[in-house]
């Protein structure tokens, strides 16, 4: 076990901060203690590692375990978005000024791992959250190694183990053949997206539109521009607390206009806050490819 201390010089939530790296719960690469300890595995240039991470009055004090211990801990600074500046977005806009004042520790995230936000992204297209998650667990519990330090966990495989998952571990995971595809494709130039994970090279890939290149450039670059145009959701949350009403993709990214270069925060604080349209029809049902 390798640890560092490190006093951020700005409020700092951590639970927030992490939050978008969080695929459901029983996230095998993510779980949270009693104690509010965060631990998170990463399959990192230097090979697998768990970092733990737990705030001490002003000081956050991080562990890592594994090959990639070091590279862990040299990142947590921008994990908890150090790189972010969130002191240049000012908007005169009432409700985002008092969500800036309720919300002081909000600082956007990177992992500098853009594959490993790749998978997640691209399981969670067009499907709900609990169908994503499930195919998430099932792939890292039957392809992922055990985590360093806390064996109980599993660290997402490194790109040439996705490319080798066969077609009938895919069926059984729920994610169908599209997704799949998507997915070994993108592992079969992993390197070239670590190397310029520019929107358009994310974009060129077969299965990779707008969504899911924002979700990636969110986690793993820490953007705070990235938009998830063609969210389900969003639209309806980003219409409700400017208008009261609903919009759809082109009305948000109207309404969010004159926040360009902070769209992504804008979206992050709304979420945060609840804000949104009420829901009276019935919930979607959650769908099991395994069964088809």
Known sequence: MLEREWRPPWPIDVRRALAPHRRGHGDPAFQIGRDGTIRRTSFTPDGPGTLSLRESGPAIHAAAWGPGATWLLDGVPDLLGARDVPEEFMPDHPLLRDLIVRSPGLRISRTGRVFEALVPAVLEQK???????RAWRYLLRRFGEP?????????????EVWARIPSWEWHRSGAEAVRARTIIGAARVAGRLEADPAERKLRSLPGIGVWTAAEIRQRALGDPDAVSVGDY????????????RKVDDDGMLELLEPYAGHRYRVTRLLESSGAGPPRRGPRLAVRDYRRF
């Open 127 to 133: 499907v709900l959250g609990l169908e994503a998650f």
């Open 147 to 159: 985590a360093p330090g806390a064996p109980d966990m599993r660290v997402p495989p490194p790109p």
């Open 233 to 244: 959701h969003l639209p309806g949350i980003v219409g409700w607390a400017f208008t009261g």
